[in-house]
């Protein structure tokens, strides 16, 4: 009887000692956070309380959603501006293959593009202006070649790092919170101002999601035979392949991001991780008449030494986290490193 009372509590003791190291190897997963981080203890909180069977505040599996906007979230947008902006004045400015048929309204907004870097103000309109002139940029490529494309322009070197290409600038501690929500069993989108295919391309074999659970800004898709014909009255062919149409559809900003949400993934996300007032609607909309428990982290662009920080900007957005509740994560402060190793600022 001793000896079955002792093997019953020894193997008590080890189940509890597997499940304290899982719990451990989980926390661990956040290594690149600062321990005394206030964001990363309220996450940590949030995770282990509503992946707790039994917790009031417990989540089933196919309600745990999170969503992640990309630039200056889970990518660097400040070097010195969003990755789909700087690949659009490459295009119109530099690409021998382009250049020489740029229109005269592209090459102006490139050129302003190039001023806003420089200044570091983007004027009233040009947001709208890049969405609608940027598919036209590639209209007719396939979608692989596109991809081929963007792949390519990756491999540049980012002028404002050492040791860095334009396709290597996702913020380490980031990637980490996203493989800490898929090892407790979240699913995660991403929900991206940067075109959907560019991002789909962006990401591949960085961020763990399927090409399904990426949502961006829109542009059209046509049959490589359509010529025109609407897509009602068009039948794909055997000799058909996918190209881009060159023609805008929505941009995945503001307000579109939570209608996009709703339309695609059908269901109110809980965890939401954003950067800027572009993300506002989407971090209100998933901590506010929520039937779980839920939360919004927004990052500061506070780091002026590892980063090209935007104080400014960062106290704004720090202010309106305390007004709205969101969670404010600190660049500066809550992370021991930005970028991979080797990668520093010039």
């Known amino acids: 009887m001793n000896k079955l009372f002792t093997r019953k509590i020894f193997l008590l003791l080890f189940c509890l000692s597997i499940f304290a190291l899982a719990s451990c190897a989980k926390k661990d997963m956040l290594s690149l ?16 309380s509503v992946t707790k069977k039994g917790s009031a505040d417990y989540i089933p599996l196919e309600r745990r959603i999170a969503v992640f906007d990309v630039d200056g979230t889970l990518f660097g947008e400040t070097d010195p501006i969003y990755f789909d902006w700087i690949m659009y004045t490459y295009r119109v400015l530099e690409d021998e293959s382009y250049k020489d048929r740029a229109t005269e309204e592209e090459i102006a907004l490139a050129k302003e593009i190039k001023e806003a870097m420089a200044t570091r103000k983007i004027p009233a309109g040009m947001e709208e202006a890049h969405a609608h002139l940027m598919p036209q940029l590639f209209k007719g490529m396939t979608v692989e070649e596109f991809k081929d494309y963007v792949r390519a322009f990756m491999e540049l070197p980012a ?27 979240f699913t995660v989108y991403l929900c991206s101002g940067t075109d959907r295919i560019t991002v789909r391309t962006l990401v591949e074999n960085v961020i763990p999601v399927q090409p399904r659970q990426i949502i961006g800004t829109d542009n059209t898709l046509v049959a490589s035979g359509q010529n025109g014909v609407d897509g009602l009255e068009y039948v794909f062919t055997k000799d058909d392949v996918v190209t881009l149409g ?38 209100n909309y998933v901590v506010n008449k929520n039937e779980y428990k ?20 960062a106290e704004k957005m720090k202010n309106a986290c305390a007004q ?11 992370w021991k490193t930005i970028y991979a190793e080797k990668i520093t600022r010039k």
């Open 246 to 283: 060159g023609n805008f559809i929505v941009k995945n900003v503001k307000m579109n991001k939570v209608s996009v949400i709703a339309q695609e993934i059908g269901v109110q996300p809980v965890l939401c991780f954003g950067n800027s007032f572009g993300d506002e609607s989407m971090a």
């Open 324 to 334: 709205n509740g969101w969670v404010p994560v600190s660049m500066r402060d809550d």
């Open 159 to 185: 002028p404002g790092y050492n040791n860095m290409k334009r396709g290597e600038a996702f913020y380490e501690p980031m990637k980490q919170v996203v493989n800490y929500l898929l090892a407790n069993n």
């Open 294 to 313: 839920s939360a919004s982290f927004m990052l500061l662009c506070d780091d002026t030494v590892r980063e090209y920080g935007k104080p400014e900007a």
């Open 33 to 48: 956070w600062n321990d005394q981080s206030l964001s990363k203890q309220t996450l940590v909180s949030y995770v282990e």
